[in-house]
């Protein structure tokens, strides 16, 4: 356990060290270095003893090219134990603990994948698992979203420049990676992962490419300066950008560098490890696991079929242990998501890894009749579930669309590979910190340390009383959202209105346009004086889209021309607002969640494969708006399908009339829908590059590239509304039953705490 009182002093030494300040002369950004700096040295024997622990066991390492984790200060310090009385202590000094929140998130991850594999690091080190993360260390994360007029426009985020105080690097851990061509170093970077009330303190390896020669000194005597550093920038391109795309794949050559580079570094990290204390490769099962997130991490199997080979391993025998090592998660059913490399690309970044793929098509087809290469593309996914000995989707739902729709003759010939795991995010983030008001009602109602174990909220009985102080606390979470709007973004919500929310990534089938449309509609229908008996709602969205995706940019402009047009008119703007929150992240989404009354969760039924967004509002006690879709089934069946506003068609509705589906003829038959379809175009929003035009057509008429809707947005319409008008309505007429809705749906989070989903993995596919 950390010592406070240590730690404080360490802070003032640090601060002595190298600024040579006292603490209450330190600005936000030396206090947050030496913060840092000294929980480093508090943490440092903790960390040492955890990672040799972890190194004469059976590990897992979770491969991710995306780990969104958000600050990390505060985060920290609540995990340590210290949060209070490091508070009390910086309060005698005149120091407010809250400078810290200046911290810059850490952009290494697009949403929710990413977010996905933070939340499991941290539930791994409070439950004492030995997890290795392995990502990479991108010099410019995702972008910095702004609002200009209405449209979104992207500046570049440099978190680095002040905020990286939380790696270590590693030099004498690095690795070479070969590529096509020439040679890389790969530097970790580690992070450490502070387990709650527990000693461990979990790694993440953050993998940094560097040139082997920096800098020719032969090629600069000779004056030829731009040639001499040409390696150098070679090298540290492959790290130097995120791709803010969350389902296609752009500049490819360049990214399957990045997927390769994180795949042989920390392959060559595990094997090292694993010969440290193993002369024969026999073993090497037993003692890792190695879970790929998603299939960016992939080229991991032939390159350790290529490490193991060049060691003297028999081919056969390498694949046998890759496919006792390897377990793979697949997180979406879009085939547009689906990777597959051209194999000409591969080659050209590694020709021993194409070689690899292409000996491991031959053997697929001949073991199991089932290739992995197909038009000269490698499937990344079929290869993965080919070469693993576990497969597993995030929700029920998924799980079951990923046997019978994905991998459908790969489920035929291996039922046993085929598992689930149930998305969770961590209740230490996403409840403990984002919301100590709640925390502290739940401290007075459950007794018993449920940040550390949620499943200590079953069986607590939800009284009146609780949701009474639960729907007090609210207000207060509003009130700070509301003024953190103002003073950060700019942006006027009153707190007294209900919070609608809806934040995510910015996507078509994630239907921001559907709530937009719908929105329009119950604008028009209070300029008109009807809906007396609605209360005032505030309508909030936050999401990024894709620097190229022009669609998901379009519904951007028209959630804040509606917005815009909201605000100034005065026959509504008591009634309702829109609000559009620039840049959302897991910092702004600490603010958001803790605030909503309605968790807006509409994905046509079989597109979202689970959802964490809408696990982290239930848990802070909003209740969901939703459509029979990913984690909101597994959340409607916890909580009770009475406790949610569930709407739309449902999966076996949809694939019944995909085929025959004619959005037109309800755009043609049903007046709000025509009204609403048609602002797009003629509500005298500004459109010069006739972006909501498009989006009109792509409902109307389609695209050469899809069926008109494909998203039934129109189909769904309908009850899309009548749902959020019900919820609405008893919010204004029984806020008394709506508390105790939003009461039930926080005690019911326990299922979906990523404790839970770690557990599950650790027993049925790790099994450490
Ligand atoms: C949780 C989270 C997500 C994922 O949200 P979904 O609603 O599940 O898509 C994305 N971005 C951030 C910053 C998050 O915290």
Not at 631 to 645: H, K, M, S, T, V
Not at 723 to 730: E, T
Request: aromatic letters at 10%; charged letters at 30%; glycine letters at 6%.
């Amino acid at each position: 356990m950390i010592n406070t009182k240590n730690l404080y002093k360490d802070i003032c030494r640090v601060l002595k060290a190298r600024h040579g300040v006292s603490l209450k002369d330190a600005t936000p950004h030396m206090l947050a270095e030496a913060v840092a700096q000294a929980s480093l040295l508090q943490l440092g024997d903790d960390w040492t003893k955890s990672r040799q622990k972890l190194e004469k066991q059976r590990f897992a390492a979770y491969l991710s090219a995306e780990f969104l984790t958000g600050r990390a200060i505060l985060n920290n310090l609540l995990s340590m134990g210290v949060m209070e009385e490091l508070k009390e202590l910086l309060a005698k000094k005149g120091v407010d603990i809250n400078v810290l929140e200046e911290e810059k998130d850490p952009a290494l991850g697009n949403g929710g994948l990413g977010r996905l594999a933070a939340c499991f690091l941290d539930s791994a080190a409070t439950l004492d698992k030995p997890l290795m993360g392995y990502g990479l260390k991108y010099r410019y994360g995702l972008f910095e979203q702004r609002i200009n007029g209405f449209d979104q426009t992207e500046a570049p985020d440099e978190w680095f420049t002040q905020d990286d105080n939380w790696t270590v690097r590693r030099e004498e851990l690095s690795v070479t990676v070969p590529l096509e061509d020439g040679e890389v170093k790969a530097v970790p970077y580690d992070m450490p992962v502070v387990g709650y009330g527990t000693d461990t303190v979990g790694t993440l390896r953050l993998w940094q490419t560097e040139s082997p020669d920096e800098f020719s000194f032969a090629l600069f005597n000779d004056y030829r300066y731009d040639e001499a550093i040409l390696n150098k920038n070679r090298a540290e391109d492959i790290t130097r950008v995120l791709y803010p795309n969350d389902w296609n794949t752009e500049g490819k050559r360049l990214r399957l560098k990045q997927e390769y580079v994180l795949s042989s570094a920390s392959i060559q990290d595990i094997l090292r490890t694993y010969e440290r204390t193993h002369t024969s490769y026999r073993s090497l099962p037993e003692c890792a696991a190695v879970q790929l997130n998603d299939t960016h991490p992939v080229l991991a199997i032939p390159e350790l079929i290529r490490l193991l080979t060049e060691k003297g391993v028999r081919f056969e025998t390498a694949c046998g242990y890759a496919q006792r090592i390897f377990a793979f998660t697949n997180h979406t059913v879009m085939p547009e998501a689906l990777e597959a490399w051209d194999m000409k690309l591969v080659e050209s970044v590694s020709s021993r890894i194409a070689a690899i793929l292409r000996r491991l098509d031959r053997r697929s087809k001949r073991l199991y009749g089932l290739p992995l290469i197909r038009d000269g593309r490698v499937h990344m996914a079929d290869t993965a579930v080919c070469m693993s000995y576990a497969v597993n989707g995030v929700a029920k739902i998924h799980s079951e669309l990923v046997k019978t729709q994905l991998f459908p003759d790969w489920y035929a010939r291996f039922p046993e590979r085929f598992q689930n795991k149930t998305n969770g995010v961590t209740q230490r983030r996403w409840l403990a910190l984002c919301n100590p008001e709640l925390t502290k009602l739940l401290d007075d109602i459950a007794g018993g340390d449920f940040v550390k174990d949620l499943d200590l909220l079953d069986g607590v009985k939800p009284t009146a009383k609780a949701a009474k102080a639960l729907g007090e606390l609210k207000k207060t979470k509003k009130q700070q959202l509301s003024r953190w709007l103002k003073e950060e973004k700019g942006l006027d919500v009153p707190p007294e209105f209900a919070f609608d929310i809806q934040i995510k990534r910015l996507h078509e089938y994630k239907r921001q346009l559907l709530n937009a449309l719908s929105l329009y509609d119950i604008y028009m229908d209070i300029k008109e004086g009807k809906l007396k008996d609605l209360p005032p709602v505030a309508f909030l969205f936050g999401g990024k889209a894709a620097p190229g995706y022009a669609r998901a940019k379009a519904v951007i402009r028209y959630i804040n021309a509606l917005a815009d047009r909201v605000a100034a008119d005065k026959d509504v703007n008591r009634r309702m607002r829109i609000c559009f929150v620039p840049n959302y992240n897991c910092s702004a989404a600490e603010k958001l969640i803790p605030a909503a009354d309605f968790s807006e969760q509409i994905s046509p039924a079989g597109t979202e494969a689970s959802g964490t967004g809408n696990m982290k509002l239930m848990m802070n006690g909003a209740v969901t708006i939703g459509t029979w879709d990913g984690a909101n089934i597994e959340i409607a069946q916890a909580a009770g399908e009475e406790n949610e506003f569930i709407f739309g068609a449902r999966i076996e509705e949809l694939d019944s009339i995909r085929e025959t589906y004619d959005p037109k003829q309800i755009y043609e038959s049903d007046e709000r829908v025509k009204r609403a379809v048609d602002s797009l175009t003629d509500a005298g929003f500004p459109d010069e590059d006739g972006a909501l035009k498009e989006l009109k057509t792509s409902l109307l008429e389609g695209a050469s590239w899809h069926r008109p809707d494909q998203y039934f947005l129109l189909k769904d319409f309908a009850s899309y509304r009548e749902a959020r008008l019900k919820a609405y309505r008893l919010y204004a007429q029984d806020k008394k039953a709506f508390d105790m809705m939003c009461l039930k749906n926080v005690l019911a989070a326990g299922f979906f705490s990523s404790d839970r989903t770690i557990r599950q993995y650790c027993q049925e596919i790790w099994k450490i």
